[in-house]
């Protein structure tokens, strides 16, 4: 049996992979990760990541942090500070640089957040009329963390930027007040990360909600810790806990982040995969489009056709936010448009499910159906206003190299009836 261990930022030093690293290269690791949390684990740096091709592995990429993920001002800044600063100062440049990333996109707290008689809930999303999303506050970490996260303010342990819910008591209070809401999305974080007895203390009470139809679980250990799955002291309580969603006749959607076919790979992915399958779970796959890991038309075919024998769903090809390192890991719109469409050209039938490219903004999920020119044509996939779902608009860029719906903007017409 797989024993999971873990590697933090103040456990850099006893990850035995980085001795071939030059001293630059570490520090350069550990500067960037002041900024945006690092976590590793054994599974990833022995069974994902391709040693003799450092730092080009595309899973070394997805992991470690690197130094072109921090604008080169505040780089520098951050390294010169570290080295003559007070502990003081080093604090406020590091907070000063998460506020300039934009910690919390797309109205996340300001427009998602749940009420109760103007009481708002902790750890509670509402931003769609039928979904709710739940972040159990023990689910907020993940067995390793990846570098484009959007949610890496929830890992910075700063309770300011967290969110993060302590009960379910609210959560069921809110779904009784709400019965339009059929889906709870447990997120994170990762859910995966709790153990059985906890998560059946949150997913017992949803059981007994008529109302709630699907229980959603996004999670990236199927590609981070398989052994979740399969070999682990709990895997069979956690397989039993899940069981019990299907077996009350609700849909148990696993949505699972691969960002690329490496991750597909090792023989206990498939173990895992078929594990859930057979307690009911309907696996369903997304990932950002990200530069230096997954840019290519021939590694989203690859993997999508991988998932599709894996007995998985592509779900989701969506756009780095506009949050953190978007700079470094966002395609323009043109050439992500292009990437996916070759990539679903090349696919077989079943395997070219996925919607995509889509950028999920304040208003809703947009997804990009066609470029000309300096003229974008896009469709919601979802908006808050249930009426504007669907809805095919045309917007035109205001950038030189537009890479987010920000750097668009739209033209008004009364035939599309938006």
């Keep these: 049996m797989e024993k999971f261990k873990s590697y933090t930022l103040g456990q850099l030093d006893k990850i035995p992979q980085l001795s071939g690293l030059s001293e630059e290269q570490i520090e350069e690791i550990k500067i ?47 390294k010169q500070i570290r080295a003559t600063g007070t502990d003081e100062e080093i604090k406020e440049v590091i907070y000063n640089i998460r506020m300039r990333l934009n910690p919390h996109p797309a109205g996340q707290v300001d427009l998602n957040s749940a009420y109760i008689n103007d009481d708002k809930l902790e750890g509670i999303q509402h931003k769609y009329r039928d979904i709710l999303l739940f972040f159990p506050s023990q689910s907020q970490t993940c067995h390793a963390y990846c570098t484009f996260c959007f949610r890496w303010p929830q890992f ?29 999305l447990f997120t994170g974080g990762d859910p995966m990360i709790m153990n059985s007895r906890v998560l059946d203390s949150y997913i017992e009470p949803l059981l007994k909600v008529d109302s709630i139809k699907t229980i959603r679980i996004g999670t990236k250990a199927l590609s981070y810790w398989p052994y979740k799955f399969t070999t682990d002291e709990d895997a069979e309580g956690m397989l039993n806990v899940l069981a019990k969603v299907t077996k009350a006749g609700k849909h148990l959607g696993f949505m699972a982040h691969f960002n690329h076919p490496v991750e597909l790979e090792p023989p206990v992915v498939k173990e895992a995969i078929d594990n859930l399958i057979k307690i009911g779970a309907t696996i369903r796959t997304q990932s950002p489009l990200l530069r230096f890991i997954n840019n290519s038309p021939e590694t989203w075919t690859k993997m999508w056709e991988k998932q599709v024998q894996l007995n998985c769903i592509p779900y989701y090809m969506f756009l780095p936010r506009d949050t953190g390192a978007q700079h470094y890991f966002a395609e323009t ?29 304040t208003h809703g999920k947009v997804e990009i159906l066609g470029v000309k020119d300096d003229l974008y044509t896009l469709r919601y ?7 504007k779902t669907f809805k095919v608009f045309t917007a035109q860029s205001i950038s030189p190299k537009p890479m987010w719906i920000g750097d668009l903007q739209e033209i008004k017409s009364e035939i599309m009836n938006y």
């Excluded at 391709?50 to 080009?56: G, L, R, S, V």
């Excluded at 992500?336 to 696919?347: K, S, V």
């Design 32 to 78: 960037v990760s002041s900024i945006y949390p690092f976590k590793t684990n054994n599974y990833v740096l022995e069974k994902l990541i391709d040693w003799n091709n450092i730092p080009d592995d595309p899973i070394f990429r997805l992991n470690f942090p690197h130094k072109e993920m921090l604008l080169t001002e505040d780089f520098e800044q951050l």
């Design 156 to 184: 910075i342990n700063d309770l300011d930027f967290k969110i993060q819910s302590k009960e379910i008591g609210p959560l069921l209070e809110y779904l009784h007040e709400n019965p339009q809401i059929s889906e709870v």
């Design 333 to 361: 719109l043109e050439r992500a448009h292009e990437i996916y469409t070759e990539a679903i050209r090349n696919c077989t039938g079943l395997a070219s499910t996925a919607k995509g490219p889509v950028m999920s903004m």
């Design 381 to 387: 996939v979802k908006h808050r206003d249930d009426s």
